[in-house]
């Protein structure tokens, strides 16, 4: 919005955007703060650090807690790894200026039997890529695990906001993955309306092409083919 070359030569352009600003700025089916974090984590997806920053802060301004922050951390840990994890933490430092860090907690662990009673229920079955985690590395398979829980039952946000914000991520990386948070959400919760927005999030790291990637996906379950 703020490219002179596009003041001067795209109005079209910058009217289509500021109607996505319009949706994704405001409190709506999800809060104007969530969606500002929404924003960010999915910058930092695709390695937008300034995008990133500028949306971290607006949440802020917003209301966003660091705690409700804390939440991006949790989930970019869990599906882009460490090094966007350690960029997202660095701005929540920037941010929200001195940061008083609770004392650490002891580690979980997982049950025998816990990972794979935790697939089936989310999945309603092992996925195929799961199935062979469990059979070649055990360890790695209870990990992954835990590392879900962290991103949807232990996180900050509700289980809700915690699959939409999940799901934002996978709209900005094009993943096919989507479709399992789009049930993800809906069975958390989550209205289509609230779906739309979450994955709308996307659109200012991603394009439209986020948007067109997950849409389809959105039919209502008894309009979906088989």
């Not at 609230?194 to 996307?202: D, H, T």
Request: glycine letters at 10%; one cysteine or more; proline letters at 7%.
């Amino acid at each position: 919005m703020d490219v002179a070359l596009l003041q001067g030569f795209a109005p079209y352009t910058l009217a289509g955007y500021a109607g996505f600003r319009g949706v994704i700025d405001a409190d709506g089916a999800v809060p104007g703060r969530l969606k500002a974090l929404f924003v960010a984590v999915a910058a930092i997806d695709r390695r937008y650090e300034t995008l990133a920053l500028r949306e971290l802060s607006r949440g802020r301004d917003l209301g966003l807690t660091v705690k409700e922050a804390v939440a991006g951390l949790i989930v970019l840990s869990s599906l882009r790894g460490e090094g966007a994890a350690l960029e997202f933490a660095g701005l929540i430092q920037i941010v929200f200026d001195a940061v008083d860090t609770p004392p650490a907690q002891p580690l979980a662990t997982a049950a025998d039997g816990e990972a794979v009673a935790n697939f089936t229920a989310y999945f309603g079955t092992i996925p195929a890529p799961l199935q062979q985690l469990l059979r070649l590395s055990p360890p790695a398979a209870d990990a992954y695990y835990l590392m879900r829980r962290g991103s949807i039952d232990a996180n900050p946000l509700s289980p809700k906001h915690g699959e939409l914000l999940l799901l934002a991520i996978l709209a900005a990386g094009y993943s096919p993955m989507a479709l399992t948070h789009v049930r993800g959400a809906r069975n958390a919760g989550a209205t289509d309306a609230e779906i739309a927005e979450a994955v709308l999030c996307a659109v200012p790291s991603a394009g439209i092409a986020a948007w067109m990637g997950v849409g389809a996906m959105l039919a209502p379950p008894d309009a979906q083919t088989p």
